[in-house]
């Protein structure tokens, strides 16, 4: 059973930073390219940004790019979100998200872990 | 980046109904389009990939179809436990996006 499991949200004050973790089981992790979604409160779905399985290629939404660094670690079965010179704009609950063998469309979400940003 | 605009934002059933959801894209992405329910609390889950493939579990009722720009997402009866709200995306090239998304209520 695919397993995603986020941790590392919390409270942040603007211009800080938080480094957010997904820990994944139940697939080969080295095989499928990974992404963080993220959803303001009461609001829609925002891509953030994807990576390769290899680790090699990495994708950004305008919103984050310069400011976030996606990463993974396949030896841990882990993928990072390294968000820096945090927004208010930012506060939401940030999802990791499976890509679906081929396309990147997301067969398995974790529960989210909350980021909020506030003096 | 390609806009996906999705409408109506929200609609009011009642079971049995029949409920159709819209998803327009701002250029041509084939049929690289994706549906999501999602309920309150809980992450997106995959309901249609391809535009019209049905993920495994999904219910029958639910279907999708459409190409390059413009996608329905309907539910031919609608049931209590579809009371959510949807969400297309298409992943025709990065960035991806994401509609606005639908909520519907059960009246």
């Known amino acids: 059973e695919v397993q995603l499991l986020e941790s590392g949200g919390g409270l942040v004050q603007p211009g800080g930073s938080l480094r957010l973790s997904c820990a994944a089981s139940?697939?080969?992790?080295?095989?499928?390219?990974m992404s963080w979604v993220r959803q303001a409160p009461g609001k829609g779905l925002e891509w953030v940004a994807a990576?390769?399985?290899?680790?090699?290629?990495?994708h950004y939404a305008d919103s984050v790019k310069g400011r976030f660094t996606i990463s993974r670690d396949n030896s841990k079965n882990t993928l990072y979100l390294q968000m820096n010179f945090l927004r208010a704009e930012d506060t939401a609950v940030y999802y990791c998200?499976?890509?679906?063998?081929?396309?990147?469309?997301?067969?398995?979400w974790g529960q989210g872990t909350l980021v909020t940003v506030s003096s | 980046a390609i806009q996906l605009t999705q409408s109506p934002s929200s609609l009011s059933a009642s079971v049995g109904d029949r409920v159709t959801i819209t998803c327009r894209a701002s250029?041509?992405?084939?049929?690289?389009l994706a549906w999501y329910q999602q309920k309150p609390g809980k992450p997106p889950q995959i309901l249609i990939y391809?535009?019209?493939t049905l993920e495994s579990g999904v219910p029958l009722r639910i279907s999708g179809s459409g190409s390059v720009t413009y996608f329905t997402l309907t539910i031919t009866s609608l049931q209590p436990e579809d009371s959510a709200s949807y969400f297309c995306?298409?992943?025709?090239?990065?960035?991806?996006?994401f509609g606005g998304g639908t909520k519907v209520e059960i009246k």
């Open positions: 998200a499976k890509d679906e063998e081929t396309d990147p469309f997301f067969d398995h």
């Open positions: 139940g697939f080969t992790f080295i095989s499928y390219a």
């Open positions: 990576i390769g399985g290899g680790g090699a290629t990495t």
């Open positions: 250029q041509g992405i084939g049929n690289a």
């Open positions: 391809d535009a019209s």
């Open positions: 995306q298409h992943y025709r090239s990065y960035p991806l996006t």
